[in-house]
């Protein structure tokens, strides 16, 4: 089952901060956070293995609630190089290494 | 990280015809994927190969379709058999390092017409 991510699509001026949420209608065992360039590859950004896990990035965190099923990526005073698509890859089963990604949020950072 | 390759980065191709895609990584990995992401679109895993046995297929994706072959450590090709319009797309490899991470290739850009 893909997981929903919210919102579809964000526009910030430069400098504001931007959430984006990935929820899944199945227990996880670990969340992937991904940002995808026009025309390049999908770069990872961070791996959550445990429930309630926060991680940090630079200015770039994410927190993952086991419970609810859901991860969130945090961008914090947003640059222009942050603008690209974020898929969020779930992963069910522990070992399996297949992970299944949301449909996306693109993100346009403006100056 | 590791730095992936892909070749060709781009192609079109007529229908009824198949094309290889080769991956190929700078060390030696276990695990490669193969992903297909059509235009504008996520990123949907076509199948697993490991070195040394056949390629793990996801539903609605058939060997007959994308046979793949895992020769050795740091390369794999994923062809794609008697081309529709409806298989352009851009299929990604990928590998695991360390336990968990995956990092993704460039790319091959496919039109079918």
């Known amino acids: 089952q893909q997981p929903v991510q919210s919102p579809q699509a964000v526009i910030l001026r430069e400098g504001e901060d931007a959430v984006i949420n990935c929820s899944s209608s199945?227990?996880?065992?670990?969340v992937h956070w991904y940002r995808q360039k026009h025309g390049e590859a999908p770069v990872f950004l961070m791996i959550?293995?445990?429930?309630?896990e926060q991680k940090g990035h630079e200015k770039i965190s994410a927190s993952f609630n086991e419970k609810k099923q859901q991860s969130s990526l945090y961008l914090t005073a947003s640059q222009l190089s942050y603008s690209g698509t974020y898929f969020c890859?779930?992963?069910?089963?522990?070992?399996?290494?297949?992970?299944?990604f949301g449909q996306g949020t693109r993100l346009t950072i403006n100056p | 990280s590791a730095v992936i390759s892909q070749k060709p980065s781009r192609d079109i191709c007529q229908r009824g015809t198949s094309l290889t895609i080769q991956c190929q990584v700078d060390s030696q990995v276990t695990m490669m994927f193969w992903y297909r992401q059509q235009p504008g679109q996520s990123l949907t895993l076509i199948a697993t190969a490991n070195q040394g046995s056949e390629a793990t297929y996801e539903s609605g994706f058939v060997i007959d379709k994308f046979p793949i072959s895992r020769p050795n450590l740091t390369f794999s090709t994923l062809t794609v058999s008697n081309m529709s319009p409806e298989d352009s797309s851009i299929y990604l490899c990928s590998v695991l390092r360390g336990s968990e991470t995956q990092y993704f290739g460039p790319g091959t850009r496919l039109l079918v017409l």
């Open positions: 199945k227990a996880l065992y670990s």
């Open positions: 959550l293995l445990k429930g309630g």
């Open positions: 890859g779930t992963e069910s089963t522990q070992g399996a290494q297949k992970l299944v």
